[in-house]
């Protein structure tokens, strides 16, 4: 049974700094990453990683997030820096997996004060 586990949201002043991570486990995933969704927008993709460590990020994103990821432990990390309040969301782990295809995590809020 697939599993994946999110932590580390939370409240944080514009600015500031998260950290979120997302720990899997039951298969074997080939891409992992983050998505977002902010009240009354569709989900959108913030980072995603591979196993072999390449990434990609959400323009709006880009030099204040960093994606990173264990394959031994199956934890992917998202770090947030100068957190702006258009960053508040929930945010989901995803993992996809060629035998369990692709797998949501149950989300974590993060909101940012201005």
């Known amino acids: 049974q697939v599993q994946l586990v999110e932590s580390g949201g939370g409240l944080v002043q514009a600015g500031g700094s998260l950290r979120l991570s997302c720990a899997a486990s039951?298969?074997?995933?080939?891409?992992m990453g983050w998505y977002r969704q902010a009240p009354g927008k569709q989900r959108e993709p913030v980072a995603v990683?591979?196993?072999?460590?390449?990434?990609n990020y959400a323009d709006s994103v880009k030099g204040r997030f960093t994606i990173s990821r264990d394959n031994a432990q199956n934890t992917v990390y998202l770090q947030m820096n100068s957190l702006k309040p258009e960053d508040t969301a929930v945010y989901y782990c995803n993992a996809k997996s060629v035998f369990h295809g692709d797998n949501w995590g149950q989300g974590t809020q993060v909101t940012v004060s201005s």
């Open positions: 990683i591979t196993s072999g460590g390449n990434s």
């Open positions: 039951g298969s074997i995933f080939s891409i």
